[in-house]
């Protein structure tokens, strides 16, 4: 009422009452306000991922397929799942393979990053180009690399037969892991790529000046000077990227199916199997719990940054 | 003598480029290009550069696998829903975020952090059952839900570094010249975060778009959307069809890749504010 009355005779004093008086009046109305404009997202997060990730710990305890109640069964899951070497060869491939893609991503994006940092002519088109795999879906970037892997006819397996090197991922288990390693490697680098590029972007141009007065050559300039200075932007790449390697998928479900004989799954199809196939809700569970804690127990220095962040008021 | 230098290192850099182009567009070039020719030519050796370009595949499509197309109608409605809800969500949680000093909205903002974490395959297992008696199994709604449910942290923490910058005088100023909260928020905070609502919406078109576990796993035929599509048509008994798999990839790729293309600099934009802030 003030403030109308302030804005159509508009005093100045009279305004900074009214915005005094606003601001009094505020926490109670804003409170019921804001808790309204969270709830949305709070529902969903809830709903959906956070009571699901609390109930499987639970689940993990019984004995439990679709369609029977459930019965406690203590840590006779988790003794199976030890007891399980699909379960181990799982453990093994997804550690294997996600330390390929994650470092393999690293060393390529920011090989990339210092590459394209002095290029001017073209610049956008060609990051454009380096973002393309970014936008594929996992199923279409496989159609594309089987169509160019595929034993004796396609064109990169042709080119590799030739240079003496054979990938035979249809039959080789390590093979057909890194096969999905290079194809994983493809579809995720531009985001590591993009990260590392805007951090070496924002490295002022200066120290690299005053390095070069002291007589540092390009390569001490880089490892000394930038990589010090990108490195907070490194690790948030390398974090990113084992907490979204970890679910790999695709790359290796539309390869091999996780065959021959189990021996290409990673931890995600080892769950899929089980739950979906086996109907194994107990064991599967049990399995969640591990990728679960292990998930988080990679995010934790993030996490703890970030909080420390939000508690500072950032 | 450093000219050359220089000459050398400005042509091994056009190297360098060329191999990473290569590497990036190859297999993209090679099966839209692919999906153009006749399917007798298609792993011909040598393999042809040139070539009358024809719709044969796409026809084969169309006839062998018609569900390709009501996968797409699928992957559409999923794709625009999921990003309405998604900005909704993300940009109220976002605002508050950005405005607030109270240590339970800082909480509640950390637990959004910590549940982004979670594996997404994790979820599954107990949800599975739930969506089957609840009949969401093979509906719009839980693809929509559960996508809107992995992006809305990204979103949230995306809009609260966007709102942030948005100066709380301007806020001041309108609602001393009357304007509710809500018209606040809708006419004054709306407009100036528009270019994070745009970098939250590209990243959530791509995902939606391209989702492939929790497509295959909740949806059977309503709902089946283009990758599982695609998927299912690299995994048939009778051997695969490539030049209709070619069409389709090529159908399926074509607007999320002119997407990206357009709004590259919200992409980077968005990661900035949502990766590497510090």
């Given at each position: 009422m003030i403030a109308e009355i302030a804005r159509r005779i508009d005093i100045g004093p009279l305004r900074r009452d009214a915005s005094l008086l606003d601001r009094q009046r505020r926490p109670q109305t804003r409170h019921g306000f804001y808790v309204l404009l969270l709830l949305p997202a709070l529902l969903l997060l809830v709903a959906l991922l956070a009571t699901p990730a609390v109930y499987i710990v639970w689940l993990s305890f019984q004995k439990s397929t679709l369609g029977q109640e459930p019965a406690f069964v203590g840590l006779a899951n988790y003794g199976a799942l030890i007891a399980d070497s699909a379960f181990w060869r799982a453990v093994w491939n997804t550690f294997a393979v996600v330390n390929v893609i994650v470092y393999g991503e690293l060393a390529f994006g920011l090989a990339v990053a210092v590459l394209l940092r002095r290029v001017e002519i073209g610049r956008k088109l060609i990051i454009a180009a380096i973002i393309a795999?970014?936008?594929?879906?996992e199923s279409s970037g496989i159609v594309m690399w089987r169509f160019m892997m595929?034993?004796?006819?396609?064109i990169a397996s042709r080119l590799l037969d030739g240079l003496g090197l054979v990938l035979p991922w249809d039959s080789e288990p390590w093979a057909g892991l890194a096969l999905a390693c290079l194809i994983a490697i493809w579809h995720h680098m531009p985001f590591t790529f993009l990260i590392l590029y805007a951090a070496l972007l924002s490295v002022p141009k200066e120290t690299q000046e005053a390095a070069a007065i002291d007589g540092a050559t390009a390569w001490q300039r880089f490892w000394r000077v930038e990589v010090p200075i990108i490195m907070p932007a490194i690790l948030v790449a390398i974090l990113f990227r084992y907490i979204f390697a970890i679910r790999l998928f695709g790359e290796v479900w539309l390869l091999t199916r996780g065959g021959p004989a189990r021996l290409t799954e990673v931890l995600a199809i080892y769950l899929y199997r089980e739950t979906?196939?086996?109907?194994?809700f107990g064991l599967a569970s049990a399995a969640g719990v591990c990728m679960l804690l292990l998930s988080l127990l990679i995010a934790l220095p993030y996490l703890y940054r970030m909080a420390k962040e939000v508690r500072r008021g950032a | 003598m450093v000219h050359d230098a220089r000459l050398s290192t400005r042509v091994l850099r056009a190297a360098g480029i060329l191999a990473v182009l290569t590497w990036s567009l190859a297999p993209i070039l090679l099966v839209v290009t692919s999906a153009f020719k006749e399917p007798r030519q298609i792993f011909e050796v040598p393999f042809r550069v040139f070539f009358i370009p024809t719709a044969e595949n796409f026809e084969t499509l169309a006839r062998l696998n018609p569900e390709f197309f009501s996968g797409l109608r699928n992957s559409l409605i999923v794709t625009v829903f999921t990003v309405l809800l998604t900005l909704c969500a993300s940009f109220g949680a976002g605002y508050v975020y950005a405005r607030t000093k109270e240590t339970a909205y800082k909480v509640s903002a950390v637990f959004m952090l910590v549940v982004r974490m979670?594996?997404?395959?994790?979820?599954?297992v107990p949800l599975f059952p739930v969506v089957n008696w609840l009949a969401l199994?093979?509906?719009h709604l839980i693809l929509i839900l559960l996508y809107a449910a992995f992006y809305v942290s990204l979103g949230a923490w995306m809009m609260r570094s966007f709102v942030a910058q948005i100066p709380i005088e301007l806020e001041e100023a309108a609602a001393i010249d009357g304007a509710t909260l809500w018209q606040v928020l809708r006419l004054v905070v709306l407009p100036l975060a528009a270019q994070g609502l745009v970098a939250l919406t590209l990243f959530v078109v791509v995902f939606a778009w391209n989702e492939y576990v929790f497509a295959m796993i909740f949806t059977m035929n309503n709902a089946r959307t283009a990758p599982v599509v695609i998927g299912e048509m690299l995994s048939t008994a009778e051997g695969v069809q490539w030049g209709a798999v070619f069409a389709a990839a090529t159908i399926q790729l074509v607007p999320v890749v002119l997407i990206v293309l357009a709004l590259q600099r919200f992409l980077i934009a968005g990661l900035t504010a949502g990766a590497v802030k510090s």
């Open positions: 795999p970014y936008a594929i879906t595929e034993p004796d006819v396609g979906f196939q086996y109907r194994n | 979670l594996p997404p395959i994790v979820v599954t199994n093979d509906s």
